[in-house]
């Protein structure tokens, strides 16, 4: 109703009026941003102008009068939320002509699906039944919470084969966001966990009922009390009114969730203008629908407008060519080509290297040889599959001074189980060392934080830390696996055991406490670990290693962090789920091969191989003048370690054909791998080194 809508705004005042603010679009651009009040679909390659084309359309509603405080602008990443807004406000102001000294109109209602349903379910709680000082679940509270709930139905302790906390909520978040029943989600999604399914249900309820009581909302319930909220007719009628247009950017990637939300808010889907590309389509982890965009327009039947923007604003046609051949071998697609008048510029390069630690030393040479060329830091960027692909990058960036700001993933020293392994060998470096032997105490199933608690105490005290190690009697549940600690520790201690392959009887001591700890991602998490192990192939001890990490951390941060400073510049890495909508001058794209992309992980379901396709062809379409995919010939393949050290040679990614290839120029750099280890270190002295003897 018009009475909830806040005031409509003072109009601003102009510089001067502007001829025609939409003079550059072409003419399909100016056609989706004329575009009358019927469903709009706007459908297009990457770079192809959709989100400024939103932006214009907004601009243009604006100008003909809509209030930009009743436009309701969504989409799904905050990053993409953020460029959105920012687009539309830049765009508004020139519209407006208005004066540089004056802000840019605000768009109060531009952002995630799920922060919009915050701010709305915050607005109207009182109206649904809803506490009004409700809080707030992160993902990891979430996953807290299941848990208690699970302990507290008996299942923790009991079944051990029962779901883990983290498996929980995705089989949670899954069944809402797929709006499917949960044995239909469980057989599709979950098969492993289907037999689970009643015990799952009444989990659910009681994890609902505790959220509930303790006025806590979790993730998916932003949406799911969003579209409740809309099941009431009367305030669906309200809502519907309150928002004039709505504009959807990476419409590719809702799920059904966020659809059903959109068409209670606009029934006959007039107002309605969607944006996207279903060749980026790579959420459907997320349960991300692709057929919401192909089916857009038979929704609304007759009256829905799809528009095809064909034309690349972005990248060089070269850089296109090799980018439209990828996608052109999936199979299900809306067939469109992108071209550009934008021509020459060079072929981008396929570059092979010999390993990951010369993939590292490549990339970051390339970077500083672009920026002498006059390329700063912030128009290039570095995108990989996942987080702990730039591993070996960040180390060399750190040790040349290179700055950067990582998005996507998780900072690679940060990770639960890379901190794990790492306490072990600090811990067998110093055993005084408190905060990593209480790290790994905990990791031993019967140790809790008081026996850890008892034992760093009685190290501590003692003379030889090693011996009060080794005296000290654990809680009887845990003896067994304590005695396996201790043998492991003594291995490190003594002078035998080289290096790195000590790194390899840690990891073998892990492996079930990985397992336990982490079920559901435990493959996964073992790729770090192998990740790790490379990295301290190229030390020559456990003192280096460790060393070199300590004074030399990564400096990446992750999604939630800013840039370091607003001015400096910085290079980006980036996963490439979290580069969408982006674009740079110089992109890199590392690891184009086989078990890297498409992962290995992600090879199970011809679906998967072509969400993974879809990646590459995202990171590709971010360069704008040169592209760089990395091929290491010599890459350790995850999960293969007990078959020995297998690496792949020559594994080029199964997207790049040889006609793909054909495309790009091929770089060989001549140098061979140059020899990593350390010279051996001196022998040890007699006299161990007194800190204190200069104030004797
Ligand atoms: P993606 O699929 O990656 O999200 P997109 O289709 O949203 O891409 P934009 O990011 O809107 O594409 O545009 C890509 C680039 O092309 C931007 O730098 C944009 O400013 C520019 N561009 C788009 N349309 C035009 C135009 N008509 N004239 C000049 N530049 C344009
Ligand atoms: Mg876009």
């Not at 008048?341 to 072929?347: F, T």
């Not at 990985?514 to 493959?523: K, N, V, Y």
Request: charged share 20%.
């Amino acid at each position: 109703m018009a009475q909830l809508a806040a005031p409509a705004p003072p109009r601003p005042s102009r510089a001067a009026p502007v001829d025609d603010p939409f003079a550059a679009l072409n003419p399909q651009q100016r056609a989706a941003v004329m575009h009358g009040d019927e469903p709009l679909l706007v459908l297009a390659g990457a770079g192809s102008g959709k989100t400024l084309t939103l932006a214009a359309r907004v601009a243009r509603l604006v100008l003909d009068g809509a209030d930009p405080n009743r436009l309701l602008l969504l989409t799904f990443s905050r990053r993409a939320a953020q460029e959105m807004a920012r687009r539309a406000g830049r765009m508004l102001h020139r519209a407006l002509g208005l004066r540089a000294t004056q802000p840019p109109p605000q768009l109060p209602w531009a952002g995630t699906f799920h922060a919009i349903g915050a701010r709305l379910l915050r607005e109207y709680a009182g109206r649904i039944g809803l506490a009004e000082d409700f809080t707030i679940l992160d993902r990891g509270d979430a996953e807290d919470l299941m848990a208690l709930v699970r302990q507290a139905q008996g299942w923790a302790a009991a079944r051990t084969r029962f779901p883990l906390k983290a498996t929980c909520l995705a089989i949670y978040s899954r069944t809402l966001n797929r709006q499917l029943p949960l044995a239909q989600v469980l057989q599709e999604d979950f098969p492993w966990c289907a037999a689970w399914h009643d015990e799952l249900k009444a989990m659910f309820r009681a994890y609902a009922a505790e959220k509930q009581a303790q006025h806590l909302l979790d993730y998916d319930d932003l949406l799911l009390g969003w579209h409740q909220m809309l099941a009431d007719d009367g305030l669906a009628m309200q809502l519907g009114d309150r928002f004039g247009p709505v504009l959807v950017d990476e419409y590719q990637d809702t799920n059904r969730l966020q659809a059903a939300i959109l068409r209670r808010l606009k029934p006959d889907g007039r107002g309605l203008t969607v944006v996207g590309d279903d060749a980026q389509s790579i959420y459907a982890f997320r349960a991300a629908e692709v057929c919401n965009i192909l089916g857009f327009g038979q929704q609304f039947g007759d009256a829905a407008r799809t528009v095809l923007l064909e034309r690349n604003y972005r990248s060089t046609q070269p850089i296109l060519d090799a980018s439209n051949a990828v996608i052109a071998l999936a199979e299900q697609r809306h067939a469109k080509t992108l071209w550009t008048d934008r021509r020459g510029g060079s072929r981008p390069r396929l570059v092979t290297v010999a390993d990951e630690l010369d993939q590292a030393r490549w990339v970051a040479d390339s970077v500083l040889e672009q920026r002498e060329q006059g390329l700063a830091l912030t128009q290039q960027a570095v995108l990989f599959r996942t987080g702990h692909h730039s591993a070996a990058l960040e180390l060399e960036l750190a040790r040349r001074d290179i700055p950067f700001v990582k998005f996507g993933g998780l900072k690679f020293l940060e990770a639960a189980h890379v901190k794990d392994l790492l306490a072990v060998l600090r811990w067998a470096q110093n055993p005084r060392g408190a905060l990593a032997g209480y790290r790994v105490a905990l990791l031993v199933p019967g140790i809790g934080p008081a026996a850890a608690r008892r034992l760093i105490d009685a190290m501590a005290a003692a003379p030889d830390p090693a011996a009060a190690l080794r005296a000290w009697v654990p809680p009887p549940a845990a003896a067994s696996d304590w005695a396996a600690l201790v043998g492991l520790l003594d291995v490190l201690q003594s002078d035998a055991s080289p290096w790195p392959a000590e790194l390899e009887a840690v990891r073998a001591w892990y492996q079930p406490h990985l397992q336990r700890l982490h079920a559901d991602d435990a493959a996964v998490r073992s790729l770090d670990l192998e990740q790790l192990q490379r990295l301290a192939a190229a030390q020559g001890s456990r003192e280096r290693f460790l060393t070199e990490l300590t004074l030399d951390p990564p400096e990446a941060t992750s999604d939630e962090a800013g840039p370091p400073h607003p001015d400096e510049d910085y290079l980006t890495l980036s996963t490439i789920h979290a580069a969408k909508g982006q674009e740079w001058n110089a992109v890199t794209i590392l690891n184009v091969i086989d078990g890297c992309l498409p992962a290995d992980l992600a090879t199970g379901s011809a679906a998967a191989v072509a969400e993974e396709r879809r990646l590459l062809y995202v990171a590709m379409t971010r360069a704008k003048q040169q592209l760089q995919l990395m091929v290491p010939l010599r890459f350790h393949v995850g999960q293969q370690h007990r078959l020995g050290d297998r690496h792949l040679y020559g594994g080029m990614s199964r997207f790049v054909t040889p006609e793909v290839a054909a495309l790009f120029d091929r770089v060989a750099p001549a140098a061979p791998a140059a020899d990593r280890h350390d010279p051996p270190l001196p022998p040890r002295a007699a006299q161990p080194l007194q800190l204190g003897a200069l104030w004797d």
